[in-house]
């Protein structure tokens, strides 16, 4: 018998991720308008940690039926990377790597998206009275000058990385004292400074290649969004390889 979760779970699931995949190294939004105005087009997918029926992967069999439907077992994706986990058996995404991931995810949406996905009406206005398409720019060049930000896992040294964004970290914090509190850009530099103490204190300086992907990719989603952000509100253009980290 497959234990499925039920729909309050899966709506829960989806909340808490933001409707993004919580693959470190996938940057999808799971959500998006339908033809129908009145509808929205969701392709996420509430994924078991462990699976939902004995024949499937990662399954445990120490799991109550309690256990196994909880949403403590389940971590939103897209649709790619769900049928993604589970190939080979799952042998390739064990258990306490999709904990890690949705630990991560969570914990950043948590942290450094809130308030920052969704422009409102007041900013809106903001924007339209105050031009800050300079400042936008400056931070844009700054995130640019963050190789740490795109550049390849394996070419990475995890103690660069740490020191590239405690300096970026460094040039927000500097930055944000000449951004008023109204300003949508405010809250993009707190969302990106937040990342930033985030990896800080929850990854080890000699992280391997995996916890690199996972604590670097976590933080990398965070950027992307906001540089989409910032791209999409003040029509400013990043540089092709910061690019790569955006939300399709």
């Known amino acids: 018998m497959r234990h499925n979760f039920s ?5 829960k699931l989806a909340e808490r991720a933001a409707f993004i995949c919580s693959n470190p190294s996938c940057p999808r939004l799971t959500i998006g308008p339908s033809i129908d105005g009145n509808k929205s087009i969701k392709t996420g997918v509430a ?8 024949d499937g992967p990662r399954y445990d069999m120490s799991q109550s039926e309690t ?5 403590n077992n389940g971590i939103w994706l897209c649709a790619t ?14 258990a306490p790597v999709l904990r890690k991931w949705k630990k991560d995810h969570e914990s ?10 969704n422009i409102t009406f007041d900013a809106l206005k903001y924007i339209q009275q105050h031009d800050e398409r300079n400042l936008a720019k400056k931070i844009i060049n700054e995130l640019d000058d963050k190789g740490a930000l795109f550049v390849e896992y394996h070419l990475e040294n995890p103690c660069f990385v740490a020191e590239s964004l405690k300096e970026l970290r460094t040039c927000l914090t500097s930055l944000l004292s000449q951004i008023p509190d109204e300003s949508p850009l405010f809250i993009v530099c707190k969302s990106i400074r937040e990342a930033c103490r985030y990896y800080m204190n929850n990854t080890s300086k000699d992280a391997g ?5 996972f604590s670097l990719g976590a933080v990398r989603k965070i950027v992307g969004i906001n540089v989409k952000r910032i791209s999409e509100t003040y029509g400013v253009k990043p540089s092709p390889q910061l690019s790569t980290i955006m939300p399709d």
Request: net charge negative; with cysteine.
């Open 209 to 213: 290649i995996k916890e690199l992907e």
């Open 108 to 117: 950043l949406i948590s942290s450094c998206l809130e308030g920052s996905i």
């Open 7 to 11: 729909k309050d779970t899966i709506k």
């Open 47 to 54: 994924a078991h940690i462990c699976a939902a029926s004995p």
């Open 81 to 94: 990377c769900s049928v993604l986990i589970d190939k080979n058996q799952g042998l390739d995404y064990p």
């Open 67 to 71: 256990e196994r439907k909880s949403i």
